[in-house]
Structure formats: C-alpha cells, structure tokens
C-alpha cells in the first residue's frame, strides 16, 4: 500500500521545516487578524496550487483543491477555499507577508547550497548582476489604477538578477509608465560589483555615481551619443572584438554628468551580424571578457520569459493592485520551488518540462526523491479485493 503523501503535500512539508516561520511573518504583518477560518497559510497554499498547477481562474484554484478526494488536511488547511473567501483575501490582506516570505526563503535556500549554479562561470571574482525590467499588460477597465497609455493598462517587474544562480536579489514592482533608468537609483550594490543592463538604463549622472562608489557597469553605447576617442585600441586576431577604445564624451550634457573616460569596445554579433559597441568604466578585464558580460545579459530575459510561460503572471485573479501584489510575489515563491526541485533532479529536463511534469503529478503518491529521480515508473499499485463479474 502506499504510505506517502502527495508531491504537492511533500513539496509544501519541505518549504515549512525551513527555520523561515511563515506563522512568525503572519504575526508580523497582521494577516489574519480578522481572519474568520480561512488563513493566510491556506491563502498561500492556493496561491502556489495556482501557479504550479497553471490554474488561472478562481474557479480552477477552488475545484482544483476539491478534487482531492476531497481531502486537503495532508496539504495543512482545513478545507478548499470558496472563491469568494479566496478573493477577498487576496484584496485585503497585506501583500508585503509574501514579499518578506520569498525574501527569506531564498536566503536559507541560498545559504544551504540548495540551487542550481550558474553554467557560465568567468574568471574575475567580482559579483555580476543584470539588470532589466519586463512589462506586464492589463486591461485598462478591469485595472484603472495601472494607467499606461489610452486605453491599455501595465505594470513593470524590475529584477536585478544575481548570474551565480540566477535567481533574483533585487525586485520592485512599478508603475509601466515608470522609467527604467529611475528604478536603477534604489539599487544598493556593494564596491567591485558588475552591473550589466541594456541602453535603456543609460544615465551618466548615475554611472558617475556608480564609478565613485567602484561599482562597474556594462551596457550598450546609444548611437546618438557624442564622443571623442582618445586611445584607439585594436581587437585580437580571431576574436570578435572588433576595436577597444578609450573616450571621453563631448555632448553638452554628457561631459558635465561624466566627465571621466570610458570605455567603449565593439564587438561583432555573428547571429544578427551587426557590431555592438558596449559602454563601460571597467578598464582592467578584457574586451572579449566585456562583451561576454553584455551577452550574459541575456539570461534576464530567459528568466522574464520563464516567469511568464510557466507561472500564472499574465492572467490574474484579482484586479486591486493587492491581489496583483500577491499574485506575483506567490509565482516567486513557486518559481524558486520549481528551481529546487530542478536543482535534486537527477533527470536532465529543461525547466519548462519539469514545471509541466510536476503539474501533472501535484497528486501523485510517491516519495518526492524517488520521484525526481525516477518519475516514469509505475508507482505500487494498492491492493484490491478481486472481483468476479458475473453476466446475466
């Protein structure tokens, strides 16, 4: 007979024996102060059943939990939530429970060596970040508050991804109409870090501050920028690194906001075939070793494009900004489950087949490592009285 409990049930008993007490952070914020049977653990029991079950309705949430057997005391709540219940929950109770939750669970995740490394690995020991934003449309009428444009609706999710794990260490969630390059003013980067970020990020007053305080950034040049070269360096043979200049800039604002020099090196894309000339106040690495950095940038939006086809941040639930708030943040947390689970998997699946084997297999009864390992065995089958069918 089976003795387990389902994947889903194990995956939720792992996240709890952690030392971050999600009843201590409910205390902290007060969700379920006025909490009348349904509390803030069952609402976040739902929520990641959302996201890993990719049920984007609150109907396929609710029906989703009653399908099991009807039976949910194994997940830890009492009963599956009503619609209503879940809804006005998601409005009213405080979002920031499930920020501060993700936070601190990544943190012990981290600490515990419990997710999967960075493939790319360079020489320097500087700490890398990139850094980019992802725009999420809403309908105008069902979100008034997400003002975008005429008749369309938007948020932005900013990330500034640590490239060791590739798991976030900075997010903030914004307004669409907010520019990009006014959110990279909150960041707080340690000296001798590496921040690697697309042109629209561009802003010489901050990457003077940014120089001042030994923070390195890597981005690409704008063509409308003025400049004057004044050391012309060649590429080597063989590589796509094009020219590594030294220079200044000579555009009426530009020079007073960056008046040190730069480093602009250009290097060839093979793919798009086009040069690509990247701006830096790294003057030690070299060229080749810059314009992997710029081309690492690219695993920020792998991420936005994994955040998006395998959790629910498209469509949403709830249409306060709370209930968009938690949503989010909740697809977090089951996007940092996924990446564990991926992490113990002795099987090689990308990380969209194992989000969509795992949803398929929420219920199933196996122990979770043997399944991680071994997913397309057949579990023991439980024992039954034979039965003689006897035909009239």
């Known amino acids: 007979m089976i003795k387990c409990m389902s994947l889903f049930s194990q ?24 909490a009348k049977g349904f509390t803030s653990k069952a609402q976040l029991v739902a929520m990641i059943f959302s996201h890993l079950a990719r049920a984007d309705s609150l109907r396929e949430i609710t029906n989703g939990l009653l399908c099991c057997n009807g039976k949910v005391k194994h997940l830890g709540i009492k009963a599956a939530p009503k619609r209503s219940t879940l809804a006005y929950a998601n ?34 020991k500087n700490k890398l970040f990139l850094f980019d934003s992802t725009t999420i449309s809403l309908c105008l009428s069902l979100f008034p508050w997400a003002d975008y444009r005429q008749t369309k609706g938007g948020v932005k999710v900013h990330v500034l991804l640590d490239q060791s794990d590739y ?44 120089n001042k305080s030994k923070i390195f950034f890597v981005t690409r040049m704008k063509d409308n920028i003025c400049y004057k070269t004044v050391i012309h360096g060649c590429g080597a043979y063989g590589s796509n690194v094009r020219s590594d ?25 093979e793919e798009k075939q086009e040069e690509i000339k990247i701006l830096t106040n790294n003057f030690k690495l070299a060229a080749s070793t810059i314009g992997a950095i710029y081309k690492e940038r690219w695993e920020i939006e792998l991420f936005f494009k994994t955040l998006k086809q395998t959790l629910n941040v498209k469509t949403f639930i709830g249409t306060s900004e709370n209930a968009l708030r938690i949503q989010i943040w909740t697809a977090m947390i089951s996007l940092l489950i996924i990446r564990w689970l991926h992490h113990l998997s002795k099987m090689k699946w990308s990380f969209s087949v194992m989000s969509a084997m795992l949803r398929l297999n929420l219920f199933t009864y196996r122990p979770l490592p043997e399944w991680l390992d071994r997913p397309y065995e057949t579990p023991p089958a439980v024992p039954v009285p034979e039965q003689q069918l006897i035909f009239n």
């Not at 429970?97 to 320097?124: A, D, I, P, T, V």
């Not at 990009?180 to 980067?189: G, I, M, P, Q, R």
């Open 11 to 34: 995956i939720l008993s792992e996240m709890s024996l952690s030392p971050v007490s999600f009843e201590q952070l409910v205390l902290k914020h007060g969700n379920d102060r006025n």
């Open 91 to 124: 409005e009213h109770r405080n979002a920031d429970l499930y920020e501060e939750y993700f936070w601190k669970q990544l943190q012990h995740f981290r600490s515990r060596n419990m997710l999967e490394k960075s493939g790319k690995k360079f020489k320097f």
């Open 167 to 210: 798991m976030p260490s900075f997010i903030t969630i914004t307004d669409a109409k907010i520019h990009d390059s006014a959110v990279s003013k909150t960041l707080n980067l340690k000296p001798g870090s590496i921040i690697a970020a697309d042109r629209g990020y561009l802003d010489f007053e901050q990457f003077s501050r940014w």
């Open 245 to 269: 200049d030294e220079i200044i800039l000579t555009g009426i604002n530009t020079k007073i906001k960056y008046p040190k020099k730069l480093r602009l090196v250009t290097v060839w894309n």
